[in-house]
């Protein structure tokens, strides 16, 4: 019977593939960010570090979001091995720079997977990531936003204290704003 199930079902292995590829992509911002928010704290960056804790908490939810989906569908969601996560970073300026780029990096891959979907006709998936696109230009924005601060005020002085004041007033990485798994 179990084995009847599982070979029955909508989600092809490519996609159940790409999409495990995509919960590890998740799971590595979230180490990175939770990195990130612990070196801000031992600098005294308190407002950046809070922001990055809720930040990692984000990227969680994204991971596990996907990891039921793929359940849901009749796949098997794979814990993702993470290694390699970056403890020391050069400056604040630096970390910003860092969490843009890979951003983009995260929107080209759910871009990928989305036009895998549309090609095979998964029409069920394509729908389930259209919050992922909404949400990457999300957080693109907001770490342009950021990055801007700093060349607007600037860092010498209490430049670089301002700056972190001012994303202190950002939230908390949108972790509050964490939208529900699949299960409705
Ligand atoms: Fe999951 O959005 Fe950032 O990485």
């Known amino acids: 019977m179990k084995d009847f199930i599982t070979k029955n079902r909508s989600l092809l292995e490519e996609t159940e593939k790409l999409l495990n590829d995509q919960i590890k992509l998740e799971a590595v911002s979230s180490a990175i960010y939770l990195s990130m928010a612990s070196w801000c704290e031992i600098k005294g960056y308190e407002n ?4 990055l804790y809720g930040h990692a908490e984000e990227e969680k939810m994204h991971m596990m979001k996907i990891f039921r989906y793929v359940n849901e569908a009749g796949g098997h969601a ?10 020391d970073f050069s400056s604040l300026k630096k970390i910003y720079e860092q969490i843009l780029d890979h951003e983009i ?3 080209k891959s759910i871009h990928k997977l989305v036009d ?3 090609t095979k006709k998964d029409f069920t998936t394509f729908n389930f990531l259209q919050w992922y696109v909404t949400e990457q230009r999300e957080e693109e924005t907001l770490a342009r936003r950021i990055l801007e601060l700093f060349d ?9 204290w301002t700056i972190d004041q001012e994303i202190g007033k950002l ?14």
């Open 105 to 107: 990096e995260v929107t």
């Open 171 to 184: 939230g908390d990485g949108g972790a509050s704003n964490a939208a529900p798994t699949t299960a409705t």
């Open 48 to 51: 950046s570090s809070n922001f």
């Open 152 to 160: 607007i005020i600037g860092v010498e002085g209490l430049g670089l």
């Open 78 to 87: 794979l814990q993702p091995e993470i290694s390699g996560v970056p403890h």
């Open 116 to 118: 895998h979907c549309f």
